[in-house]
């Protein structure tokens, strides 16, 4: 279970000009190395009372105006990000001994935008997200079966199901982004990309492992 760290380390010159470029690169690099689900990020959310939740979602795209997920917006952490509007996220890329830490203020991306991922899914996707009311307790799983049925019969003679009401996108707004690379003896490297909240001017920070 002890995995000794080697390879390239990464420094401020070696940094791209920016988070998100700098996140293109590290992206890129990880599908090029063939990982599964590369874009899966842990998420975390907290409540009103302050009680944190993570769980594992799907980015599917970022750009230099934050990093967009999409989920039921009746669900445990639309719940939290409702109330907290702050989210981290967390690309985890073990096998590159690596990972990206987001986290910022979120906000929910335009219809126009949610409407353009809505048609790029599998139309059983599509269904699913009508069918089940996410993060609330069902009695078996004979009421989902039935709920996509029922989903499934209804529009069963429409070409194009619509984004229901209750689905969408978050984008997390980052104000940091931190780069981590695994090194030896546990002497990583963690760049970070701090924003200044007053200038909104970005500044790169080394620390500590
Ligand atoms: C690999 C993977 C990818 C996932 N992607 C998403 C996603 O993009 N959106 C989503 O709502 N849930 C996704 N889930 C399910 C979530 O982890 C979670 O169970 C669900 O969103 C309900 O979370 P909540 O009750 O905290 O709101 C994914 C789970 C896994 C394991």
């Not at 689900?37 to 230099?64: H, I, W, Y």
């Not at 917006?73 to 509007?85: G, I, P």
């Not at 069963?156 to 981590?180: K, N, T, Y």
């Amino acid at each position: 279970m002890r995995v000794d760290y080697v390879g390239e380390g990464l420094d401020v010159e070696g940094l791209a000009g920016t988070w998100h470029e700098q996140l293109v690169k590290w992206f890129a690099e990880a599908q090029e190395a063939g990982f599964p689900e590369v874009n899966a990020m842990v998420l975390a959310t907290a409540n009103a009372e302050g009680q944190p939740s993570s769980r594992t979602v799907l980015c599917k795209g970022f750009d230099e105006r934050g990093v967009v997920f999409y989920t039921n917006y009746t669900s445990s952490k639309s719940h939290d990000l409702r109330v907290m509007r702050y989210a981290s996220a967390t690309f985890p890329w073990y096998a590159q001994h690596r990972q990206v830490h987001v986290r910022g203020p979120v906000e929910e991306v335009a219809p126009e935008e949610t409407q353009e991922y809505w048609a790029s899914r599998p139309r059983g996707s599509q269904l699913g997200s009508w069918a089940s009311p996410q993060s609330t307790v069902v009695r078996d799983r004979r009421v989902l079966d039935d709920a996509l049925a029922a989903i499934t019969q209804r529009f069963a003679d429409d070409e194009v199901v619509p984004v229901p009401g209750h689905w969408g996108g978050w984008r997390i707004q980052p104000e940091q982004v931190e780069f981590w690379q695994g090194r030896a003896d546990r002497m990583h490297d963690r760049l970070r990309f701090v924003l200044d909240p007053v200038d909104r001017s970005w500044a790169v920070r080394r620390i500590a492992p």
